[in-house]
């Protein structure tokens, strides 16, 4: 029998490869019959099977390769049909040519019997491994996927729970190092372009090729591997074995940072599979990330607020009192002088009144004066010349009044007119006032500028100077010191317009506050340092 089939080799696998192609599609079939791995996969089991009638040491070979192959398919994802069917084909063809043999009374079938009843025996056994081999594979890998889902859960549970920073990136190192079997792990968070911190676990050096691949990562947003001698690539299927993988952290097209897992020495196994894993873990991460700097923007928000609005009941209350006193300083002492007048008018009328109407005179220009100095307090609570004369002249006037009551020298660039919405400029008026409030205040120079134009549809507002400045703090920049509560209620006005705010201001070197305000556009601030 042996002889037959080394004899009729090429025949038995042409026959099988036609009648294999008329099976039912299947992933195993493409693969079997249309790829060069599968085509050699088909003679290496001819060829083993029919060492297999040499002995036991031959069989024993042949049953290890059936049972690899089970593994391999159920690792691969094919179903077991397939190989059933492969070895159904085989004693089909066999049987056709031995009877077309006997028929032609080449042989006697009687002779090889035993033979034949050795080989089915073999073929029965080949397949129970194969079948054993593919479904304790398949729930090997069931329960892996299992335990995988498990980790998930677990880890998503915690993790979306949690709003610490430090303890959100703790749990997904510590998780991640021991999921994937490494040494150590490393993540970066560079939620606004520019490193904000770097937490490893186990807590130790960072190495500097860890720095490399991940600025390259942050680079060109894309997962890297490295290999043990150095080499990155960005082809999981490049390198087999990697000693660093390294993932941008991202979600909903933000990104917030890299995670690295890596090996000191040696390499680690890392297909697809692992891969897919390692992008749920960080896409939980980026959503717990992101989450935590939105609590935390709400908390600062909520600070900046309170501030606020105990800024604005001061400021109310000193309005009050600044009105109390200018009404006091002003208005009653005229209207003091003008009821001293009436009275002495009376009397003239009276005794002499030749003298009346020069007294009559003098009365009129205090009333003049009286209703001079009520538009003045007026103006003080609302520019009424922003709606009867436009933005332009209300601020000359307020740079004009400013210079003259502080002797600071200030550059204006205004044009000559300039159509904006009504909010919009008492928006920029108030924001000039305050400004150049804070420069009176703290800068301590004699020089600052005023700047205002439009430029595509925005409306642009410079205000600066060149004094002592000031570090404004990275994280709550607008609740660190008191004095800046008036660039918190600066910031305030701008989003209340939908525009842009950029304060550039450093020790010795000065403020400049940049305003950009849309017509239709959203809102948005930023903050230089």
């Not at 897919?276 to 609590?295: D, G, P, R, S």
């Given at each position: 029998?042996?002889?037959?089939?080394?004899?009729y080799?090429?025949?038995?696998?042409?026959?099988?490869?036609?009648?294999?192609?008329?099976?039912?599609?299947?992933p195993?079939?493409?693969?079997?019959?249309?790829?060069?791995?599968?085509?050699?996969?088909?003679?290496?089991?001819?060829?083993?099977?029919?060492r297999?009638?040499?002995g036991?040491?031959?069989?024993?070979?042949?049953?290890?390769?059936?049972?690899?192959?089970?593994?391999?398919?159920?690792?691969q994802?094919?179903?077991?049909?397939?190989?059933?069917?492969?070895?159904?084909?085989?004693?089909?063809?066999?049987?056709?040519?031995?009877?077309?043999?006997?028929?032609?009374?080449?042989?006697?079938?009687?002779?090889?019997?035993?033979?034949?009843?050795?080989?089915n025996?073999?073929?029965?056994?080949?397949?129970?491994?194969?079948?054993?081999?593919?479904?304790?594979?398949?729930?090997?890998?069931?329960?892996?996927?299992?335990?995988?889902l498990?980790?998930?859960?677990?880890?998503?549970?915690?993790?979306?729970t949690?709003?610490?920073l430090?303890?959100?990136?703790?749990l997904?190192?510590k998780r991640?190092?021991?999921l994937?079997?490494?040494?150590?792990?490393?993540?970066?968070?560079?939620?606004?372009?520019?490193?904000?911190?770097?937490?490893?676990?186990?807590?130790?050096?960072?190495?500097?090729?860890?720095?490399?691949?991940?600025?390259?990562?942050?680079?060109e947003?894309?997962?890297?591997?490295?290999?043990?001698?150095g080499?990155?690539?960005?082809?999981?299927?490049?390198?087999?074995?990697?000693?660093?993988?390294?993932?941008?952290?991202?979600?909903?097209g933000?990104?917030?940072?890299?995670?690295?897992?890596?090996?000191?020495?040696?390499g680690?196994?890392?297909?697809?599979?692992?891969?897919?894993?390692?992008?749920?873990?960080?896409?939980?991460?980026a959503v717990?990330?992101?989450?935590a700097?939105?609590?935390?923007?709400?908390?600062?928000?909520?600070?900046?607020?309170?501030?606020?609005?105990?800024?604005?009941?001061?400021?109310?209350?000193?309005?009050?009192?600044?009105?109390?006193l200018?009404?006091?300083?002003?208005l009653?002492?005229v209207?003091?002088?003008?009821?001293?007048?009436?009275?002495?008018?009376?009397?003239?009328?009276?005794?002499?009144?030749?003298?009346?109407?020069?007294?009559?005179?003098?009365?009129?220009?205090?009333?003049?004066k009286?209703?001079?100095?009520?538009?003045?307090?007026?103006?003080?609570?609302?520019?009424?010349?922003?709606?009867?004369?436009?933005?332009?002249?209300?601020?000359?006037?307020?740079?004009?009044?400013?210079?003259?009551?502080?002797?600071?020298?200030?550059?204006?660039q205004?044009?000559?007119?300039?159509?904006?919405?009504?909010?919009?400029s008492?928006?920029?008026?108030?924001?000039?006032?305050?400004?150049?409030?804070?420069?009176?205040k703290?800068?301590?120079?004699?020089?600052?500028k005023?700047?205002?134009?439009?430029?595509?549809?925005?409306?642009?507002?410079?205000?600066?100077?060149?004094?002592?400045?000031?570090?404004?703090?990275?994280?709550t920049?607008?609740?660190?010191?008191?004095?800046?509560?008036?660039?918190?209620?600066?910031?305030?006005?701008?989003?209340?317009?939908?525009?842009?705010?950029?304060?550039?201001?450093?020790?010795?070197?000065?403020?400049?506050?940049e305003?950009?305000i849309?017509?239709?556009?959203?809102?948005?601030?930023?903050?230089?340092?």
């Amino acid at each position: 029998l042996r002889e037959i089939l080394i004899h009729y080799r090429e025949d038995i696998i042409q026959k099988m490869k036609y009648l294999l192609d008329k099976e039912a599609f299947s992933p195993y079939k493409e693969f079997m019959l249309h790829t060069e791995e599968g085509k050699h996969r088909l003679n290496i089991w001819i060829d083993k099977l029919i060492r297999s009638l040499d002995g036991e040491g031959a069989r024993k070979v042949y049953f290890t390769d059936e049972e690899r192959d089970g593994y391999t398919r159920a690792i691969q994802g094919f179903k077991l049909e397939f190989s059933f069917q492969v070895h159904q084909r085989f004693q089909g063809v066999l049987w056709e040519i031995l009877g077309e043999l006997a028929a032609q009374k080449k042989m006697n079938l009687l002779i090889i019997w035993e033979e034949i009843q050795e080989l089915n025996e073999v073929l029965f056994k080949g397949y129970h491994i194969i079948a054993n081999s593919f479904l304790r594979t398949r729930e090997e890998r069931i329960n892996k996927k299992m335990s995988h889902l498990q980790e998930v859960f677990d880890y998503t549970q915690r993790i979306i729970t949690t709003f610490n920073l430090k303890e959100i990136l703790d749990l997904m190192l510590k998780r991640v190092t021991k999921l994937f079997m490494v040494n150590a792990s490393l993540q970066a968070l560079y939620p606004d372009g520019r490193t904000q911190g770097f937490y490893n676990f186990p807590m130790n050096n960072t190495p500097s090729a860890m720095k490399l691949i991940m600025d390259k990562t942050l680079k060109e947003r894309a997962t890297l591997f490295m290999d043990e001698r150095g080499n990155i690539y960005q082809n999981i299927d490049q390198i087999n074995m990697k000693r660093v993988v390294s993932v941008p952290i991202q979600a909903h097209g933000h990104y917030y940072g890299v995670l690295i897992i890596y090996n000191d020495i040696t390499g680690f196994n890392f297909t697809y599979k692992e891969i897919k894993l390692l992008y749920q873990f960080t896409h939980i991460a980026a959503v717990a990330i992101e989450n935590a700097f939105m609590l935390e923007e709400i908390e600062q928000r909520h600070k900046q607020l309170s501030l606020l609005t105990g800024r604005m009941i001061t400021i109310q209350e000193e309005e009050r009192r600044r009105l109390a006193l200018d009404i006091h300083d002003t208005l009653a002492q005229v209207l003091t002088g003008i009821g001293y007048k009436i009275q002495l008018c009376k009397e003239l009328y009276k005794k002499r009144p030749e003298l009346l109407m020069e007294q009559l005179d003098a009365l009129l220009k205090i009333v003049n004066k009286a209703v001079d100095q009520s538009r003045a307090l007026i103006s003080s609570l609302r520019p009424e010349m922003i709606d009867s004369m436009g933005l332009v002249p209300a601020l000359q006037r307020l740079i004009d009044n400013f210079i003259d009551e502080t002797s600071i020298r200030v550059a204006v660039q205004l044009p000559k007119r300039i159509q904006v919405p009504n909010e919009i400029s008492i928006c920029l008026f108030r924001i000039v006032q305050e400004a150049l409030m804070n420069v009176y205040k703290h800068a301590e120079t004699d020089d600052a500028k005023v700047i205002l134009y439009k430029q595509a549809g925005n409306i642009i507002l410079v205000v600066a100077d060149r004094g002592k400045g000031f570090e404004m703090a990275k994280d709550t920049p607008w609740i660190k010191d008191q004095d800046k509560l008036g660039l918190l209620s600066i910031k305030e006005r701008v989003e209340a317009v939908k525009g842009i705010l950029v304060i550039d201001a450093g020790i010795n070197r000065g403020c400049r506050i940049e305003t950009r305000i849309p017509i239709v556009r959203g809102a948005k601030t930023h903050v230089k340092n």
